[in-house]
């Protein structure tokens, strides 16, 4: 069964790595839900920017820089994933730590290498 990923951070803009996750996600049958700044709509997937309680999410991939990680701790901890990856720039000691306390994995790794080689 394919687990649903949250990609946090999610921008409309094609030049931007999580517009290209979203689209390599969806491409590769994973069930892709994404909160960005602005509304809109990626590969059939729609960006909300509300914190939405999404159900049964297995990962978060993080496009966001540590500073602005900050206002979605207790978000990302809410919605109680397996695992949280923390793509190149998104490195974070600080929400490594929480993370860890919760039991939730941490990969510092890049979302679309992981796909391309099949280690998602």
């Known amino acids: 069964m394919k687990k649903k990923t ?10 931007r790595y999580s517009n290209i996750a979203i689209k390599r996600l969806v491409s590769n049958n994973q069930p892709t839900v994404a909160v ?3 509304k809109g709509e990626v590969a059939g997937v729609a960006i909300t920017n509300e914190e939405e ?10 496009y966001l820089n540590a500073q602005r990680q900050e206002q979605y ?6 919605l109680q994933p397996k695992r949280v990856i923390f793509n190149p720039g998104t490195e974070n000691p600080e929400l490594y ?6 039991n939730i994995e941490i990969e510092i790794a890049c979302t679309l290498v992981m796909l391309a080689t099949n280690q998602y």
């Open 36 to 38: 960005g700044l602005k």
């Open 53 to 62: 309680e999404f159900e049964d999410v297995d990962t978060v991939t993080l």
């Open 73 to 78: 701790y207790d978000y990302i901890l809410s």
């Open 97 to 102: 730590a929480l993370l860890r306390k919760n």
């Open 6 to 15: 949250l990609v946090l951070g999610a921008s409309m803009n094609p030049g």
